[in-house]
Each structure stands twice: as structure tokens, then as C-alpha cells.
């Protein structure tokens, strides 16, 4: 809750310049938006609305196999798909933000105008829970158990590559995704309800003294999401990229998990998240070949994949995880 030194540092701000934002993050998963490039990365924007809160998809798990030819005057075996139902659940994602009228009053450009900048700060923030949502989903303590199941959960045994880094609390994981219906979808639930309220004022409590009571605006932002991981080979992850001295990112452990990702998926990814440590590494690991002996470029794809730098992924997961 913002007090009136907040509120003069406010004041005293540079109008020209605005609001310098330096606790603004690299949300591609959930923005859509590569932050280098400003390009589109397709699929991440094309978001599934559920008209409730929970959704299933049909998936079929085996074809029929066997029995395709048979002799004259015998018979075949009746053979059928293998069908499962698989269920989704979005949830409540609420964001809540109070501030003392006495105080945002004091705002010289207006309290309207101070609540419109603390709007943005809860769009960002709801923002940078949800782009490490997305990785962690449930976790205890990497992602939010109140929220919904992200790809830590969703990600097949057969689908997790090791790269051996052993220094406690400096993992980090790169991420294969493919998006698409059948694949990896965002989903909002009650028809795609996103909604920054009104601000309204209410009678807050003193946080020293319960007893004691004051006026305040309150402002909320509310919406129900979820992710869909349709296919059980639409994500991969490399995981135990340390510190560790060739532990890091390389372009050997890229091309195992895009040879891992074919053979299981049958489809190429359509992108690859990582975090700027790891794409340094990757970038440190090769040798550049060239007339001026300049240093590698900055990798920027793999195999026609692009690798999209993200702060949803962490640089101090456990090796547990």
C-alpha cells in the first residue's frame, strides 16, 4: 500500500520521461511478443475461452493396428481407436491493489491519474505470476499451488533431458513448446473474462491496529486462467543447466532434445524458451569461424526454431525439481 513518501517521489518524478520501469520482466509465453525482436511468436496469442470454468479434450491414445489384409473367403478381426477423455480446470486468478484516498489524493496529477499507473503495475505483476505459472504451475515453491498445472506437470517422462549440472540452486531449464489447438494452448474461463474493475472505495482496516478504520480506493484485476497441454509430447524440457563449468546450454543438447521432440511428437517445436544465462552459454560454447575471429553472434534459433529469451524460467531451480 503506497504511503505519502511514495506519493511525493511520485510528484517529483520526470513527466517527460514517465514511469521508468525497472521491475519490468520478459513474459514471451504469455505476451506473445518476442522482447528482442518485437515480433509475433505464433500460437502463444491464440488463447482457448471456456464458456465455464473447467474443459475437456478428446485424445486418441492408439489407432488400429493389425488386420489391415486378409485371404479370400476369411475374415478380419473388428479392430477400434483408443479414445481418452482428458480434463482441464482454469482458476481464479484475482489481483488486488489498496491504497489510502487520503494519500493518492495528494497526487498532483490527480488520484485518477495515480490508480491508472498503479493499473499498469498490477498488469505487469499479473503478468510475471502467470509467465512463471506457465513453467511451474503447481510447484510449492517455483510456482503458485493455487493456480493451475503448468508444463513441470505436464511434461512426459520420456520428454525430460538431463544435462548433469550438480551446483545446488543454479538449474535453470530450456523449454521445447509447440503451439497449437492439438498441442499447447492458454485458456481463460467464463468466455474469456478478463477484467480490471472499476475502482471503488471501501473501508480499509489499519494493518497496526485492527480496531482503527480509514477510506481507501480499491481496484481488482480478475480473470480465470488455465493451459491446455493437449498432447502428451507437445513440451519438452532440458534440465540441470548449471554454473557448472560444461554443464550449460549447448548446441549438442539442443539437438538431442529437437531429435527427442521429432521421434515422440512426430512435429517439430514451434518454439524454444530459455533464459539469457542459458542462451549465453549456448553462445560461449561455440567457436566462431570467421575472417575476423569475431566472438559467436548471439544465437537467435535452432534448426529454423527460435529461441526466445524469457525471466518465466529461473536461474536457481533445485536439482530437485
Same mark, same amino acid.
Given at each position: 500500500?503506497?504511503?505519502?513518501?511514495?506519493?511525493?517521489?511520485?510528484?517529483?518524478?520526470?513527466?517527460?520521461?514517465?514511469?521508468?520501469?525497472?521491475?519490468?520482466?520478459?513474459?514471451?509465453? &504469455?505476451? *506473445?511478443?518476442?522482447?528482442?525482436?518485437?515480433?509475433?511468436?505464433?500460437?502463444?496469442?491464440?488463447?482457448?475461452?471456456?464458456?465455464? !470454468?473447467?474443459?475437456?479434450?478428446?485424445?486418441?491414445?492408439?489407432?488400429?493396428?493389425?488386420?489391415?489384409?486378409? *485371404? &479370400?473367403?476369411? *475374415?478380419?478381426?473388428?479392430?477400434?481407436?483408443?479414445?481418452?477423455?482428458?480434463?482441464?480446470?482454469?482458476? #481464479?486468478?484475482?489481483?488486488?491493489?489498496? %491504497?489510502?484516498?487520503?494519500?493518492? =489524493?495528494?497526487?498532483?496529477?490527480?488520484?485518477?491519474?495515480?490508480?491508472?499507473?498503479?493499473?499498469?503495475?498490477?498488469?505487469?505483476?499479473?503478468?510475471?505470476?502467470?509467465?512463471?505459472?506457465?513453467?511451474?504451475? @503447481?510447484?510449492?515453491?517455483?510456482?503458485?499451488?493455487?493456480?493451475?498445472?503448468?508444463?513441470?506437470?505436464?511434461?512426459?517422462?520420456?520428454?525430460?533431458?538431463?544435462?548433469?549440472? /550438480?551446483?545446488?540452486?543454479?538449474?535453470?531449464?530450456?523449454?521445447?513448446?509447440?503451439?497449437?489447438?492439438?498441442?499447447?494452448?492458454?485458456?481463460?474461463?467464463?468466455?474469456?473474462?478478463?477484467?480490471?474493475?472499476?475502482?471503488?472505495?471501501?473501508?480499509? @482496516? =489499519?494493518?497496526? =491496529?485492527?480496531? $482503527? $478504520?480509514?477510506?481507501?480506493?480499491?481496484?481488482?484485476?480478475?480473470?480465470?486462467?488455465? !493451459?491446455?497441454?493437449?498432447?502428451?509430447?507437445? %513440451?519438452?524440457?532440458?534440465?540441470?543447466?548449471?554454473? =557448472?563449468?560444461?554443464?550449460?546450454?549447448?548446441?549438442?543438447?539442443?539437438? $538431442?532434445?529437437?531429435? #527427442?521432440?521429432?521421434?515422440?511428437? $512426430?512435429?517439430?517445436? @514451434? %518454439?524454444?524458451?530459455?533464459?539469457?544465462?542459458?542462451?549465453?552459454?549456448?553462445?560461449?560454447?561455440? /567457436?566462431? /569461424?570467421?575472417? @575476423?575471429?569475431?566472438?559467436?553472434?548471439?544465437?537467435?534459433?535452432?534448426?529454423?526454431?527460435?529461441?526466445?529469451?524469457?525471466? *518465466?524460467?529461473?536461474?536457481?531451480?533445485?536439482?530437485?525439481?
Amino acid at each position: 500500500m503506497p504511503n505519502l513518501l511514495q506519493i511525493a517521489k511520485l510528484n517529483m518524478g520526470d513527466g517527460g520521461a514517465g514511469i521508468i520501469e525497472e521491475a519490468s520482466q520478459m513474459h514471451p509465453e &504469455i505476451s *506473445g511478443m518476442h522482447p528482442w525482436s518485437g515480433e509475433t511468436i505464433p500460437g502463444v496469442a491464440d488463447s482457448r475461452t471456456v464458456t465455464g !470454468l473447467t474443459f475437456s479434450t478428446l485424445v486418441r491414445t492408439s489407432v488400429p493396428k493389425g488386420g489391415s489384409f486378409r *485371404g &479370400i473367403n476369411q *475374415g478380419v478381426a473388428a479392430v477400434s481407436s483408443g479414445f481418452e477423455n482428458r480434463i482441464y480446470s482454469t482458476k #481464479t486468478f484475482d489481483k488486488r491493489f489498496e %491504497c489510502d484516498k487520503a494519500a493518492a =489524493d495528494r497526487y498532483e496529477d490527480g488520484w485518477q491519474a495515480y490508480l491508472a499507473i498503479e493499473a499498469s503495475g498490477i498488469m505487469e505483476g499479473g503478468i510475471q505470476d502467470l509467465g512463471k505459472q506457465f513453467y511451474y504451475g @503447481t510447484h510449492a515453491t517455483l510456482g503458485d499451488a493455487e493456480g493451475f498445472p503448468g508444463l513441470l506437470q505436464s511434461v512426459d517422462a520420456n520428454m525430460v533431458i538431463d544435462a548433469g549440472g /550438480t551446483t545446488a540452486d543454479t538449474g535453470s531449464s530450456v523449454w521445447f513448446v509447440r503451439w497449437g489447438v492439438q498441442d499447447v494452448r492458454h485458456a481463460i474461463g467464463r468466455d474469456g473474462e478478463f477484467d480490471m474493475g472499476e475502482v471503488r472505495e471501501e473501508t480499509l @482496516t =489499519d494493518k497496526d =491496529d485492527p480496531t $482503527k $478504520k480509514y477510506t481507501g480506493y480499491v481496484q481488482n484485476l480478475l480473470f480465470y486462467p488455465g !493451459l491446455q497441454v493437449a498432447h502428451r509430447y507437445s %513440451c519438452l524440457r532440458i534440465k540441470k543447466l548449471t554454473a =557448472d563449468t560444461g554443464k550449460g546450454l549447448t548446441d549438442a543438447l539442443l539437438g $538431442k532434445g529437437l531429435s #527427442t521432440f521429432i521421434s515422440n511428437r $512426430k512435429r517439430r517445436p @514451434t %518454439c524454444i524458451f530459455a533464459t539469457p544465462r542459458s542462451i549465453e552459454q549456448l553462445r560461449a560454447s561455440r /567457436t566462431a /569461424t570467421n575472417a @575476423t575471429g569475431a566472438e559467436a553472434p548471439t544465437p537467435t534459433s535452432y534448426e529454423g526454431i527460435p529461441i526466445i529469451p524469457t525471466d *518465466g524460467i529461473t536461474n536457481t531451480e533445485p536439482l530437485s525439481v
